[in-house]
């Protein structure tokens, strides 16, 4: 179990399906009430990636996820900005390979945050592991619209290959649905982070329950 502030939640190995809410490629959303949904349902991690807003209104809306998620044993994690995960309270940031150093986050963080770092290469796996990363989010796994700036293709061979080289919990992203969702997980993967395939279908909490069968 990970002990973070004064709390027990799951092992990062168990976040099958890890959710990231994007109010900004998904405006037609009600954030809160969309956690709430999913909470319910069963989501394993939630992750609020806020990229134009101003700091004050992204600071808000964090603090109230940390409280509805923090009530729920749910771990949530701050998309690239250090410093709202830490002044909200949440369980962790999510980092990409040009945002902050992790090892100045965990500086700033200190030993008890999750910290997870994106990868798209064997060389770059290693180099997060060496420097204390406590997950990977690998990918793109496959073709994906919910990011612009998106890296060389992994595929799952491309998985396998990072999988072999690390023995961190690896969160899968790029592409993934029900399709493909268990494929995912037998080329290595711990778990699978989803945007649209949750957050643009019409039954979420129906979506996030035909997930959880198809990881389980």
């Not at 997870?116 to 619209?145: C, H, M, Q, R």
């Amino acid at each position: 179990m990970v002990k973070n502030k004064n709390r027990i939640i799951s092992p990062i190995k168990n976040w099958r399906l890890y959710l990231i809410i994007d109010p900004e490629l998904y405006p037609q959303i009600n954030v809160f009430e969309v956690t709430k949904e999913a909470i319910a349902a069963g989501i394993s991690a939630v992750q609020l990636r806020v990229k134009q807003a101003p700091s004050r209104d992204f600071f808000h809306l964090a603090s109230q996820l940390t409280l509805l998620l923090q009530a729920a044993s749910i771990p949530f994690i701050i998309n690239d900005r250090v410093d709202i995960a830490l002044a909200c309270g949440a369980d962790g940031v999510h980092l990409g390979q040009q945002d902050l150093p992790l090892e100045v986050a965990r500086k700033i963080l200190g030993p008890n945050k999750i910290i997870g770092l994106s990868v798209n290469t064997v060389a770059e796996a290693w180099e997060a592991e060496k420097k204390g990363a406590d997950y990977l989010g690998v990918g793109p796994i496959f073709p994906t619209s919910s990011k612009k700036d998106i890296r060389n293709l992994l595929g799952l061979s491309g998985l396998k290959k990072i999988r072999e080289a690390t023995s961190l919990p690896l969160m899968a992203i790029g592409g993934i649905n029900l399709d493909n969702a268990a494929a995912v997980l037998q080329a290595g993967a711990d778990g699978v982070a989803v945007i649209s395939a949750i957050l643009g279908a019409a039954n979420l909490s129906l979506q996030i329950k035909k997930f959880l069968q198809v990881l389980s």
